[in-house]
């Protein structure tokens, strides 16, 4: 059976990111205006932006979990 190989990481999730949409700004800053290179370096970088932006969300304290609903019985 094969060894999963694990990665240890020095950046939180939050930090890698952040840096790859950085990277991916300065990469889309290369390009010529209106490339479709550039336009997609740009949206690479909004992705990361974004899920930064929903790992922070799901981590947040505020989160809770679903409440269960209330079965209400109507008698005819």
Same mark, same amino acid.
Request: glycine share 2%.
């Given at each position: 059976?094969?060894?999963?190989?694990?990665?240890?990481?020095?950046?939180?999730?939050?930090? %890698?990111? $952040? !840096?790859? =949409?950085?990277?991916?700004?300065?990469?889309?800053?290369?390009?010529? #205006?209106?490339?479709?290179?550039?336009?997609?370096?740009?949206?690479?970088? %909004?992705? $990361? !932006?974004? =899920?930064?932006?929903?790992?922070?969300?799901?981590?947040?304290?505020? #989160?809770?979990?679903?409440?269960?609903?209330?079965?209400?019985?109507?008698?005819?």
């Amino acid at each position: 059976m094969a060894q999963q190989r694990r990665t240890k990481h020095i950046a939180s999730f939050e930090q %890698r990111l $952040a !840096e790859e =949409a950085i990277r991916f700004k300065e990469a889309a800053e290369k390009q010529p #205006l209106g490339s479709t290179a550039r336009e997609l370096l740009l949206r690479r970088a %909004r992705q $990361a !932006e974004t =899920a930064a932006h929903v790992n922070a969300w799901l981590n947040s304290p505020g #989160l809770q979990p679903p409440k269960p609903r209330k079965v209400i019985h109507q008698e005819k």
